[in-house]
């Protein structure tokens, strides 16, 4: 079994929502056909569990190879804990090779788990051990060191629920919540209008505690120190008992509470030295209780206490330490609801002034504490106090939040009760947090789980607002470019700020912030993430669907085009117009319920996809008697066609008029496939609920030439003679482009043309078969890029074409493009027309440019 690819769908995609591995998968014969009895069958089972191998190949016999990698890969991710169901296998045209898709929540983990199903595959043929248990441990550990830990967990879970999009933009825990000019940002429970100088107040503990007395909140004496002896001098002045920690810190980190010995006050100062500066401060008897506050909100309150556990008179505490750190729910760190207990100096300490060791039997029923300080994060457990919170203490809390400057701030207080003020029992604040966890809330030892991701969530959106701008996806095989730019330009006469990626660039508001192919998710995420981008224009090109899946989870409005052969038919087994109508169709998949696709009724291909839309659909079409137009619109469903001249839009008894006359673009109606790009580009923006004024604006004002819509039919005077550039590639461009010049009168037609290597000998030869119908004179020429073909195939291609053709006179062969427009421009006549099928847009268009301009300069 050979992996010759393998790819991560980072997005929706060809087989599914939900992010997937995709590899192209080629077996022997043999390992076509394993039967369910046959030994290697056999061997596989035995390495893994039996529940797990009916789940992997269900009832196929015999199963391919190929299929026990799909399965198997999905099994052990399922074996790791992970969220995963989905996979897929489906033959390719070639015998015995298999395209193989499984989904993953994690990237890493899903690409693991690929690697150690081969490797399991591999022991299995070779009768050799595999330890699936602990491929599982090492899959279950890698998943929790890298997924989203429990606070930024909750609120992403809290904006999917409000349907807010969301992209993890690290490893870590910043995310970006909304697109373009409403996106918001969180780092775990920061958010991103938290200030650094009110995380550096929270962070410094002397000068937080000060600001919060000045604020009438209550707060325990004590200053920082320089020594353990000076420390020891303050806390004998300020009265025993005392906490020691760190004057910077967070998370309980080296903090020790409740210390009446000089002993166990110098560990305390040692740990926390290790932080930074120390603080020495008064200890406030009582319980310590973390108040979460939002915005102007006490929206959770919680009472921590200390690790601790209860003998039995039969283990010792290192026993029942390990008995209760056994517990699913205690883990390393931040990724699980609570934290293992540590043995450390600090809880050896604690032990002494109990009078017992880490190898001491308790005796049963005694409640042995492990440390004084209650945070989760050394292993203290939680119980939700919310209801309980008395008016005036959840007022103080909110004045230490504002008088910091947090939008988001974990207040820890020390009291008897929250149940009455704190000046009323001696309690007080005794820090503030800016990143406070969240796992306490989210998921209490004791009592009601706390909905604190939607708080934050609301904090970051008002009730309403999904985060999300317009969102135009466009694909087809041709007229997309064109329809992409007319559609941003449409939206911003409606005053958006567009982001737009095209196959020659990224533009956000008019300004290019990226050049070539941008038409993959790539350059989307960045149309996305631009601060500027209040709506946005996306160019969907077939390649970046099968790279890489879709850039968004779901779009306002999809318009397809049209579908036609010779769109890269035969490239990644795309390998007929179904196929293809199947790949382009995932921007239909993934509409909007509210939202629309837009598609062409005179395409049957396009026109099927209505049937998988989740919103609604705008049919367009220059033939207001199409059948399914005249169906569509008697169902009271929108249309955009013509009709007399005028270009109209149709709903119900709805109906707004623009006359073509009025659309440069379409050269009054005379341009056929502009006058469907025009009119596909028109209900897109109707999808986005632009105004027909500002529409009408827009294509009166929207110019087709080189500089605004290079290579898309740009019309030029050489001399009085007319000259056309396009990138038109394929026959069905051909085809559109015959018909537009047909419109326009000419003494004598010409054209220049090359081929792209990499499609097929069909599709190449057919240009050549419909523009020899059409043309005077053809010159060929070859292209310094050649895409894997011979020197002279494609030309030999494009030769073949033209025998027989029912117009053409003359066939001249050049290499170079420069060389085959200037042979061609030199024999233009005052009302000829030429056509230049550009190949290096940018390049050859400039070209161009210089070429009329030294034709508009008389001869010295």
Not at 539 to 556: K, N, P, S, V
Not at 731 to 737: V, W
């Amino acid at each position: 079994m050979q992996i010759s690819r393998l790819r991560a769908l980072r997005g929706p995609n060809l087989w599914s929502r939900h992010t997937s591995l995709q590899a192209i998968v080629q077996c022997t014969p043999e390992e076509c056909a394993i039967e369910a009895a046959s030994p290697l069958a056999r061997r596989l089972r035995e390495r893994l569990p039996a529940a797990v191998v009916v789940r992997t190949v269900g009832n196929y016999d015999p199963i391919p190879l190929a299929r026990w990698l799909e399965k198997l890969t999905l099994a052990l991710q399922t074996q790791a804990g992970c969220p995963v169901g989905f996979s897929h296998m489906a033959p390719a045209p070639e015998p015995g090779v298999f395209q193989v898709v499984v989904e993953y929540t994690e990237e890493k983990v899903g690409l693991l788990a690929f690697e150690q199903a081969q490797r399991l595959l591999a022991a299995a043929a070779a009768d050799a051990p595999f330890d699936t248990e602990a491929v599982v441990a090492e899959l279950r550990a890698l998943d929790e060191d890298i997924r989203l830990g429990p606070s930024t967990g909750a609120v992403v879970e809290a904006a999917l629920r409000r349907g807010i999009p969301h992209r993890r933009l690290t490893e870590g825990s910043l995310v970006q919540f909304g697109w373009g000019a409403k996106q918001r940002r969180i780092w775990a429970a920061e958010v991103d209008r938290t200030s650094a100088v009110a995380e550096s107040i929270a962070q410094d503990k002397d000068l937080s505690k000060a600001l919060l007395a000045a604020a009438g909140v209550p707060v325990p004496r004590g200053r920082p120190v320089d020594s353990a002896d000076e420390g020891w001098t303050l806390a004998s002045q300020i009265g025993l008992p005392v906490v020691v920690k760190p004057r910077d810190g967070n998370q309980g980190k080296g903090v020790t509470v409740n210390i009446t010995t000089r002993e166990h006050f110098d560990i305390a100062y040692r740990v926390a030295a290790e932080t930074g500066q120390v603080m020495v401060e008064q200890f406030l008897p009582g319980h310590d209780f973390r108040l979460l506050v939002i915005g102007d909100k006490l929206v959770a309150a919680a009472r921590r206490d200390p690790p601790f556990v209860i003998g039995d008179g039969q283990h010792s505490v290192r026993e029942l330490v390990d008995t209760v750190n056994a517990d699913p729910r205690r883990g390393e760190g931040h990724a699980t609801a609570l934290t293992k207990i540590r043995l450390d100096d600090i809880a050896v300490a604690r032990l002494d002034l109990q009078g017992l060791t880490p190898d001491a039997v308790p005796g049963a029923g005694l409640r042995v504490v492990l440390r004084n300080n209650a945070n989760l994060s050394t292993g203290g457990t939680a119980t939700d106090v919310t209801d309980e919170v008395h008016p005036e203490v959840a007022a103080r809390a909110v004045a230490a939040a504002r008088m910091v400057g947090l939008e988001i701030c974990g207040v820890d207080v020390v009291c008897e009760s929250v149940g009455e003020p704190l000046e009323a029992q001696r309690g007080g604040v005794v820090e503030v947090n800016a990143a406070p966890g969240l796992r306490m809330h989210l998921a209490p030892s004791y009592g009601k789980p706390r909905p604190v991701g939607e708080a934050i969530v609301e904090r970051l959106y008002a009730p309403g607002d999904d985060g999300r701008i317009p969102l135009v996806a466009v694909t087809g095989t041709n007229g997309k470019t064109t329809v992409t730019r007319l559609t941003a330009h449409l939206l911003a006469a409606a005053g958006h700020r567009v982001g737009m990626t095209l196959t020659d660039g990224v533009w956000v508001d008019g300004h290019a912030i990226d050049s070539g192919d941008c038409s993959g998710p790539k350059s989307a995420r960045k149309v996305l993430m631009h601060p500027d981008t209040d709506a946005a224009v996306l160019e969907t090109a077939r390649g970046g669907i099968l790279r890489e899946g879709l850039a968004f989870d779901r779009c306002q409005v999809a318009v397809v085009t049209n579908i036609g052969a010779g769109d890269h038919l035969g490239l990644n087994y795309i390998t007929t117009v179904e196929d293809l109508a199947v790949l382009k169709r995932t921007i239909v998949a993934n509409v909007a319920t509210e939202g629309y696709a837009v598609l062409n009724a005179a395409d049957p291909h396009t026109l099927a996809m209505a049937s998988i839309c989740p919103g609604q659909v705008i049919l367009f079409g220059t033939d207001a008697r199409l059948p399914a137009l005249a169906a569509h619109r008697a169902q009271g469903r929108r249309i955009v066609t013509v009709e007399g001249g005028d270009l109209v839009a149709i709903n119900g008894a709805a109906r707004a008029r623009i006359p073509l006359a009025e659309v440069p673009l379409t050269r009054g109606g005379r341009i056929g496939f502009q006058v469907e790009n025009a009119l596909a580009a028109v209900a897109a923006a109707w999808g986005c609920g632009v105004t027909f004024d500002a529409v009408r604006a827009g294509l009166a004002s929207f110019v087709n030439d080189a500089v605004s819509a290079p290579g898309r039919f740009n019309v030029m005077d050489f001399g009085g003679a007319t000259v056309i550039a396009d990138y038109g590639h394929n026959p069905d461009a051909m085809r559109a482009l015959v018909r537009a010049v047909d419109a326009m009168p000419a003494q004598r037609r010409s054209v220049v043309i090359s081929g792209a290597g990499d499609r097929r000998d069909e599709d190449i030869r057919e240009q050549t078969v419909i523009l020899g119908a059409a043309f005077d004179d053809v010159i060929l020429y070859q292209d310094a890029a050649q895409r894997g073909r011979a020197d002279g195939e494609v030309l030999g291609l494009l030769r073949g074409g033209l025998q027989g053709a029912a117009r053409t006179t003359r066939v001249d062969e050049l290499r170079g493009e420069f060389a085959a427009i200037d042979h061609a421009l030199g024999r233009l006549q005052p009302g000829d027309l030429c056509l230049v099928l550009v190949d290096q847009v940018e390049e050859a268009l400039a070209h161009l440019a210089t070429r009329l301009l030294e034709a508009q300069v008389p001869p010295a």
